[in-house]
């Protein structure tokens, strides 16, 4: 009978033996071998940083190098020595471990004491680990000073935790600090490639990337990942299949989905939610990995901020491909709804609504000359908890719009993609002269809205279509159907209707805030609304998503809102008795003379 061989798991199996073998720890690795080369180690350590980085493992490689009787010219152990031999075998009595955690009373500490007086028998040095040694009571530690301070010659202490900050100073004072930093991604990505290829796994980029991300800079963590995702998916991993064995959404839901924010399309994105929930993550989950999804897309912006970018070469293709596509201040103003949206997710009452709602208001920032929607027939299909990958819709060569210096366009049909609004319209033919005036309406009409809004945010003109059919056109129209607005058009189309965005916020119980919005001051490119204190500056800051979005649908029109705090001039009242009577007598000399008849003191 063929005798099974012992599984061992990839964190065990890879475990770094020398110093070279470390990964993304380079300035702790350094710094010990060169210590052991000068001959200049000191007698206690303190190994400290995140779960998974190699702190335990960078201690081990230490005590076996400093006891090698046969070191490399790189000051590696040997590995064939009797006391590497010894501890490869766990039967080293120079290296001697302990786990703080189960053994953290001061009997554990007083019998390391007297252990810590025998000298080492192979070697030159007995090296005591002292794993999550924050565990230890305030007694231990106390216990642990003096050995701590002044060990044997032959003694080397290796404290290793998680949480400094629960470390006695009097323990801190006497150890040399090395503060172990969370792993690359792609450092992490690599050790992946390089394991995979060991154990003849056939992986893609993607797959590793979403490992190495979920580990959160932990190697361990991603060992272990790596092993559960080998144990579903096979010798093969699928970029797909790996996001569902993780628990995370793959990258496909969140490009669609900003596509469908950008064309604001914001019924398909609630379709788009529902499936995500149908398959049973959770509604902050999406909201964190959205917002995370829209940092990189800023990251992308940028050639300087590129290097942020943690992602494969093919994926970050794709990011700058879609960053380059969008807007700035769409991106600046979507991170922070989604933020927000996150910060208050567990607070709020229906948490459906509340992500629900966040992703209309998203929605509501496209603008006018947004791509067209995404039809909902290409929304993402559950299937095994998977979001599948769909083509990304291509836009009608109808729909595109001729630059100033190209001929007009003939006529072409275009359907909206609002749900209520289908009408046949025509393309307005866009010219080199901007309309040197804007029409007023002689009878107010109620606004037929575009469905993806519409931004004039930093000045930019709107060009909006209308869904007025040829016998409408003729009637006067109200400013906000306005085909096409100038700068300056916009301006004045803001002030002399300005007044109706006030009476809304009245309207909706926010009397403070239509307060400070009836002494707005409307510039060229931004509204500038006073406010007496922080107070109000926090409350206008809050609301700028909404107001600005309310601006949109009232005049199809809007400008960024800046809020300028102005202090009053607080006007110094009479305090004393004295001052009172000062203070009346300016207003009625009358007084005084009242005061003297009376022979009246103050």
């Not at 007086?117 to 009571?137: F, T």
């Not at 989950?285 to 940092?295: D, N, P, T």
């Not at 009409?445 to 209308?466: E, K, R, T, W």
């Not at 001039?569 to 009242?594: C, Y």
Request: charged share 20%.
């Amino acid at each position: 009978m063929q005798e099974v061989s012992e599984y061992i798991v990839s964190a065990r199996k890879y475990r770094p033996q020398t110093f070279r073998s470390v990964v993304g720890q380079r300035h702790i690795t350094e710094t010990l071998r060169n210590a052991i080369a000068n001959n200049q180690m000191a007698h206690a350590y303190l190994f400290t940083g995140p779960r998974g980085v190699g702190k335990t493992t960078c201690a081990r490689i230490f005590a076996r190098s400093i006891n090698c009787l046969n070191p490399s010219s790189e000051h590696e152990a040997c590995g064939v020595c009797e006391s590497c031999v010894a501890f490869a075998k766990d039967r080293s009595f120079n290296i001697h471990e302990m786990d703080a955690a189960s053994n953290n009373s001061v009997d554990d500490i007083r019998m390391l004491n007297d252990k810590v007086r025998v000298a080492p028998q192979i070697g030159k040095y007995s090296v005591y680990i002292i794993d999550e040694v924050h565990m230890l009571s305030a007694a231990a530690f106390n216990a642990f000073l003096k050995t701590l301070e002044e060990p044997p010659a032959h003694a080397i202490f290796v404290l290793a935790t998680t949480e400094k900050h629960k470390i006695l100073p009097t323990i801190l004072s006497r150890c040399q600090i090395y503060d172990f930093k969370r792993i690359r991604v792609e450092d992490i990505v690599d050790y992946l490639r390089y394991i995979a290829g060991q154990e003849g796994v056939t992986s893609d980029d993607e797959s590793l990337y979403i490992i190495a991300q979920k580990a959160d800079g932990g190697m361990r963590d991603a060992l272990s990942t790596f092993d559960r995702v080998v144990s579903f998916c096979g010798s093969t991993l699928r970029f797909e299949e790996v996001s569902e064995c993780v628990g995370a959404l793959d990258y496909n839901t969140y490009f669609m989905a900003v596509e469908m924010a950008q064309s604001g399309n914001y019924s398909d994105l609630l379709m788009l939610y529902d499936s995500i929930l149908t398959k049973g993550l959770d509604g902050q989950h999406f909201l964190s990995g959205f917002a995370e999804h829209l940092r990189n897309l800023l990251v992308a912006k940028s050639p300087q901020t590129l290097p942020l970018l943690e992602l494969s070469g093919s994926l970050a293709q794709r990011y700058g491909s879609q960053a380059a596509m969008l807007d700035i201040a769409f991106l600046f103003s979507a991170v922070n709804l989604l933020s927000t949206a996150d910060a208050t997710y567990r607070t709020a009452t229906s948490r459906r609504l509340h992500v629900e709602l966040t992703l209309m208001k998203l929605s509501g920032l496209a603008p006018v000359n947004a791509a067209p929607a995404i039809n909902r027939s290409v929304l993402p299909k559950v299937d095994g908890g998977v979001v599948a990958q769909q083509p990304t819709p291509q836009a009608q060569p109808q729909q595109v719009v001729q630059s100033q210096h190209a001929p007009a366009p003939a006529p072409v049909s275009v359907q909206s993609s609002a749900p209520s609004v289908q009408q046949v319209v025509q393309q307005p033919v866009v010219t080199p002269q901007p309309q040197s005036s804007v029409q007023q309406p002689q009878s107010p009409q109620p606004a037929v809205q575009h469905p993806i809004g519409g931004s004039s945010m930093f000045g930019l003109s709107i060009n909006a279509p209308s869904h007025q059919s040829e016998d409408e056109k003729k009637n006067d129209q109200p400013l906000a159907n306005t085909s096409a607005f100038s700068l300056e058009e916009g301006c004045s189309l803001l002030k002399s209707r300005f007044g109706e965005l006030v009476s809304l916020w009245e309207q909706k119980g926010k009397p403070r805030t239509a307060m400070a919005l009836a002494t707005a001051i409307i510039e060229l490119q931004r509204i500038v609304v006073f406010v007496p204190n922080d107070i109000m500056e926090s409350e206008i800051i809050n609301s700028k998503i909404d107001l600005e979005s309310d601006m949109q649908k009232l005049f199809n029109y809007r400008l960024p809102i800046e809020v300028v705090v102005k202090e009053e001039n607080i006007v110094e009242r009479p305090i004393t008795i004295g001052q009172r009577i000062e203070h009346l007598a300016e207003k009625n000399p009358n007084l005084l003379k009242l005061r003297e008849a009376l022979d009246l003191t103050v």
